[in-house]
T-cell receptor, first 115, second 113 residues
Framework: GAGVSQTPSNKVTEKGKYVELRCDPI?????LYWYRQSLGQGPEFLIY????????DSGLPNDRFFAVRPEGSVSTLKIQRTERGDSAVYLCASSLSSGGQNEQFFGPGTRLTVL | AQSVTQLDSQVPVFEEAPVELRCNYSSSVSVYLFWYVQYPNQGLQLLLK??????LVKGINGFEAEFNKSQTSFHLRKPSVHISDTAEYFC???????????FGTGTRLQVFP
């Protein structure tokens, strides 16, 4: 079956521009997570959705970052006024349901480069 | 708040040798523990997890890990590595009240022929 997919795989943008990163979770998975992985670091939690609502957005670094999941499936991570420090690989994961014991299945990531 | 420490950024080893990748965590509450592997140009894949019960956990590809509560450790081991085990390995923790994973900085396992 299909895993978690993310588009685009690579995104190059200029400082100050707006970007959207898309995540398609595994069908039937109600929980969806966004992480950010900077070079040489482990993934860092950004936000987690249970259904359509953001259950925990404590990892969003500032108000330039926003994520939605309007129909409880696909999610979009939106970054306004991008900065060079936003350059990283953005990872999406999904799990069958909420609960820390459930396996999170990760997508291949979107590599964002801000020039 | 939880944190995870992976002291070894790189571990070189010859094929068929045993390997141990170290992971220590810090938490004031009970936790779940995970090891993920990231092969080149691929997404993170779960190797194994500890939720409760037996402290020795067996995962895929011949890996196992042992939860040691007194030492707050969850070291990953494999008795005989293969070239194909070359990858980045991440230890992660979550607590019982949240779903987010806190990851360590990763250990790059390089297996030489």
């Amino acid at each position: 079956g299909a895993g978690v997919s993310q588009t685009p795989s690579n995104k190059v943008t200029e400082k100050g521009k707006y970007v959207e990163l898309r995540c398609d979770p595994i069908s039937g998975h109600t929980a969806l997570y966004w992480y950010r992985q900077s070079l040489g670091q482990g993934p860092e939690f950004l936000i987690y959705f249970q259904g359509t609502g953001a259950a925990d957005d404590s990892g969003l670094p500032n108000d330039r970052f926003f994520a939605v999941r309007p129909e409880g499936s696909v999610s979009t991570l939106k970054i306004q006024r991008t900065e060079r420090g936003d350059s990283a690989v953005y990872l999406c994961a999904s799990s069958l349901s909420s609960g820390g014991q459930n396996e999170q299945f990760f997508g291949p990531g979107t590599r964002l480069t801000v020039l | 708040a939880q944190s995870v420490t992976q002291l070894d950024s790189q571990v070189p080893v010859f094929e068929e040798a045993p390997v141990e990748l170290r992971c220590n965590y810090s938490s004031s509450v009970s936790v779940y523990l995970f090891w993920y592997v990231q092969y080149p140009n691929q997404g993170l894949q779960l190797l194994l997890k500890y939720l409760s019960g037996s402290t020795l956990v067996k995962g895929i590809n011949g890996f196992e890990a042992e939860f040691n509560k007194s030492q707050t450790s969850f070291h990953l081991r494999k008795p005989s590595v293969h070239i194909s085990d070359t990858a980045e390995y991440f230890c992660a923790v979550s607590d019982l009240s949240t779903d987010k994973l806190i990851f360590g900085t990763g250990t790059r396992l390089q297996v030489f022929p």
